[in-house]
């Protein structure tokens, strides 16, 4: 067994005509598989086809799924599942799988479904794809060619021709890179305009956040002034109202005890003065002036008795009086009337004893008057004067005593009005006083009613501050008032309070509700949009990148394929003249074109309604140019069926190559090949068979030869295929 064995085995159960369990076990480099007509033969190359993950179901000559499963005959029922195993020897490491054997299994159910298995594992169909492209095995046109596509290639369009000979080398992988480097760029610019979008229309919305932030911005600015002077204000006012209270509280309290005292003295001198003044002062007065006036009284009638005496005396000297005239009767009477009088007018009965006492004298001075109205003589007359100058004298004493005592009264009277009066005046000056203190006290108090509306109005202004610049306010009570600043005027502080107010209005004015929430918004949409700014770099960068891949990919492409062209056309040109035995082949690259998209509307232009005259860059694709030996004319248009089968086999050959592929299956390639060309397809086949594996389904005794393993497939009465080893005589007499 070859070193560079890939193959190592294919299991083909339920597949196709083969109903049976059966296995192809590859031992040699080249393989051949012969057998009668519709033995099933090109079912085994469908086996391989189908195993290394063809979708056609065309190319396996099938429509559904269900028909590559065994349909029954009428010695073996039909299958439920088809399944083919192929085994590759992976010593080498031609498959990127850390294993020395990788089995790969698919299997199609009766309902379409699919299953693919890697060493037993389940996997996807593009896990196995990716798999064997990287190892040059399927996908290529080339590999496995089925009865009657040799010239496949040769009837391919130009472009379809490049694909495969692309496929051939290898650039497959590169294509599909740069199919998905164009795919992301696509997507990248779609992204790209997306962002840009978004971005603008992100723009309006930050502009206007913007504007809002910055007005709160500047309402913040605002209440952080506010918040300074507002405290400054407070603690100002705080401090004043403070010390005005304690000031006002204290003086109230001094005057306060002032009125108190003013007061007691007032009612002192009031009691005073009603101490000294006597009540019945007047009646006392008036008993002395009485007093005085009796005492006058008697001096009175006693000189009026003294004159009359006297002038009895003098009568009795001069002339003889003969009788009491009726004068002195009247007289007298009228002197006891009044002593009468003064007795009822008397209080005590002291008084009236006293009185009438005087009454009682007085008429014994009348009747010894009226006996001296008889006188005997002037000596009795002379007796009367004397007794009566007696009696005046000391009427007249008594008079004065009386006099000096009512004097004395009237001035002890005088004493005391005046210290009354002046007790009086005293008071009135207290109580002018006292009206003062009131009044000072009255504004004190009106003062402290004041400072009460101060603390209110203070208190309010907290309330006010915290709803307006929040904790901030409570900074008040830690400020220092500075020297001085209570002794100031308070309309300085009026002024401040103005000021703050103006203030206010322009916070008010300036007032955003929900700020926090704005300035969150903003940053949050400035942030998106600086995260979209940096996407957009970032996808520009990885466009840029993109296209620098895709370049680097089409430069690799274009660099491989005209290298890979050369080695194909030098191995075609071997290939066909080794044929042809001269003559020439070999494949160009087209020109490019371009073609006015217009005027290929109907063909493959889904944008119909535009009138585009846009020019499209096409491909330029892979032409074939034959000459054979001793004719004049070239082209494929003129080769016979044989030509273009030995055309198309140095071309498959050639291509294979190039970049050789572990194994290659030829169906009946040789199918139209005379005997000499036969026996110069075994030639290229045993040349072939140097670089890759090969399994080769034929008619042809010399391509059998060529082969160093025969195997037969039989189908006996029941249908079913079978596939046995034989030997080359047997194999020979097998396939007719
Ligand atoms: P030739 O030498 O004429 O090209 P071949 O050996 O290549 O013939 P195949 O084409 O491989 O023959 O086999 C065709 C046979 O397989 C037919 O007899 C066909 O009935 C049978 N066959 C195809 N599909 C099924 C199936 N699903 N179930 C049973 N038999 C099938």
């Given at each position: 067994m070859s070193n560079d064995m890939t193959l190592k085995s294919i299991e083909i159960n339920g597949f196709k005509s083969f109903g049976k369990k059966s296995e192809l076990i590859f031992n040699s480099a080249i393989t051949s598989i012969v057998g009668p007509n519709g033995s099933g033969k090109s079912n085994v190359a469908e086996a391989f086809r189908f195993v290394l993950?063809?979708?056609?179901?065309k190319s396996m000559r099938?429509?559904?799924?269900?028909?590559?499963?065994?349909?029954?005959?009428p010695q073996l029922v039909r299958g439920n599942r088809a399944g083919v195993k192929v085994v590759f020897d992976n010593t080498r490491r031609?498959?990127?799988?850390?294993?020395t054997e990788v089995v790969i299994e698919r299997i199609v159910y009766r309902d379409g479904q699919n299953e693919y298995l890697l060493n037993g594992s389940v996997v996807r169909l593009k896990d196995v794809i990716r798999l064997l492209a990287g190892a040059n095995?399927?996908?290529?046109?080339?590999?496995i060619i089925s009865q009657g596509e040799a010239d496949r290639i040769l009837n391919a369009s130009p472009r379809e021709r490049r694909e495969m000979v692309e496929d051939a080398l290898g650039l497959k992988l590169y294509q599909h890179k740069k199919l998905e480097s164009e795919r992301k760029l696509e997507e990248t610019k779609q992204n790209v305009d997306k962002t840009k979008s978004l971005r603008r229309e992100l723009a309006p919305h930050i502009n206007f956040l913007r504007l809002q932030v910055e007005k709160i911005e500047k309402a913040r600015e605002l209440r952080d002034e506010l918040s300074v002077r507002l405290n400054d204000y407070l603690a100002r006012e705080h401090a004043y109202i403070t010390q005005e209270d304690a000031r006002l509280a204290q003086e109230e309290a001094h005057v306060k005890s002032q009125v108190a005292h003013t007061d007691t003295q007032i009612q002192t001198l009031t009691q005073n003065v009603t101490g000294i003044q006597e009540p019945h002062h007047q009646d006392q007065l008036q008993a002395f002036e009485r007093d005085v006036q009796t005492a006058r009284a008697d001096v009175a009638r006693l000189e009026r008795e003294l004159g009359r005496a006297e002038g009895a005396l003098q009568v009795t000297r001069?002339?003889?009086?003969?009788s009491v005239g009726a004068p002195v009767v009247r007289t007298f009477a009228r002197e006891v009337d009044s002593t009468i009088e003064e007795a009822e007018r008397s209080n005590t009965i002291e008084e009236v004893r006293t009185v009438l006492g005087r009454a009682r004298n007085h008429i014994s001075h009348f009747l010894s008057g009226l006996s001296g109205a008889a006188p005997e003589t002037s000596h009795e007359s002379q007796q009367q004067v004397d007794a009566l100058l007696h009696s005046l004298s000391g009427a007249q004493e008594r008079e004065r005593i009386a006099h000096e005592a009512l004097e004395m009264e009237r001035s002890r009277h005088v004493t005391i009005r005046e210290s009354v009066n002046e007790s009086e005046r005293a008071r009135i000056t207290l109580e002018s006083e006292l009206r003062t203190l009131r009044g000072s006290l009255a504004s004190i108090v009106q003062a402290r009613v004041y400072m009460a509306t101060l603390r209110s109005r203070f208190e309010d202004e907290v309330r006010e501050g915290i709803a307006l610049i929040?904790?901030?306010?409570?900074a008040w009570d830690q400020i220092e008032i500075p020297d001085g600043a209570l002794s100031e005027d308070r309309t300085v502080q009026d002024k401040r309070r103005r000021d703050m107010e103006r203030l206010k209005i322009k916070i008010e004015e300036a007032g955003i509700g929900n700020s926090d929430e704005i300035i969150r918004e903003f940053k949050q949409t400035k942030e998106r949009d600086e995260f979209l700014a940096r996407e957009l770099i970032d996808l520009e960068s990885s466009i840029e990148s993109l296209l620098k891949i895709i370049a680097d990919l089409e430069a690799t492409i274009d660099e491989k394929f005209t290298e890979g062209l050369t080695h194909i056309n030098t191995a075609l040109h071997m290939f066909f003249t080794q044929l042809f035995s001269g003559g020439s082949a070999s494949m160009t690259i087209e020109k490019p074109r371009r073609r006015h998209v217009e005027r290929d509307l109907?063909?493959?232009?889904?944008?119909?309604?535009t009138d585009s005259v846009e020019e499209e860059e096409v491909q330029p694709g892979l032409a074939i140019s034959v000459s054979l030996p001793r004719k004049k004319v070239s082209g494929?248009?003129?080769?016979s069926g044989g030509e273009r089968a030995l055309t198309s086999i140095a071309l498959i050959f050639a291509m294979s190559q190039?970049?050789?592929?572990p194994f290659i299956i030829l169906d009946e390639?040789?199918?139209?090949?005379?005997e000499a060309n036969s026996k110069r397809y075994a030639d290229m086949i045993r040349e072939l068979g140097k670089r890759s594996q090969l399994i080769v389904i034929t008619h042809n005794r010399a391509t059998m030869a060529a082969a160093n393993e025969l195997y037969g497939v039989t189908m006996s009465q029941d249908g079913v295929s079978k596939l046995l080893s034989v030997k080359l005589e047997e194999a020979t007499k097998v396939a007719k």
């Open positions: 993950g063809e979708q056609s179901m099938s429509k559904r799924g269900e028909d590559l499963i065994w349909g029954g005959s031609l498959i990127d799988l850390d294993f095995i399927g996908g290529s046109g080339y590999q001069v002339t003889v009086e003969q929040g904790a901030n306010i409570h109907d063909a493959d232009e889904v944008d119909t309604d494929l248009e003129i080769l190039v970049n050789p592929p390639t040789d199918a139209a090949l005379d």
